[in-house]
């Protein structure tokens, strides 16, 4: 048995499979009509509800450095009051976008939307101001 059928089958034993359709490109796992393993491209799912796992996520910096980030997030550039998030084959306006406040010693409202493929991040703190910027983290899910 080769090492990707060893990793099929313990992908799905662990309740992960996968669907039809687009997403990750990486070669995935999935079990036929019949219960065989077949290898594939396609949207990974987890567990009985399919649920998906995040498609990109990251920790920044207030000076715009990659604290820790999914290896498909490929930069981040500042200005005054926003970051610019980066990712490989660049954000889609559906994909959905859950940002906060990293450091989380106050209330920071984040804002977050895509513009261009690329991902934009400001912040807002309570006294009705935008800030320079803020340590930010951010997860983002493609449907």
Sequence with gaps: MNNNLVSAVALVS????????????ATSVATGPEGQITVTGGQVALGEHNIHPPFAYGKIAENGSIISASPNITGVSVST?????????????????IATDARFNRATVMNAWITGGVLEITCWNPVGVWEDRDDVAFVVYRP
């Design 14 to 25: 662990a309740g992960l499979w996968v669907g039809a359709g687009t997403g990750h490109s």
């Design 81 to 97: 009051g926003k970051f610019t998030v980066s990712l490989a084959g660049g954000f889609q306006s559906s994909d959905i976008v």
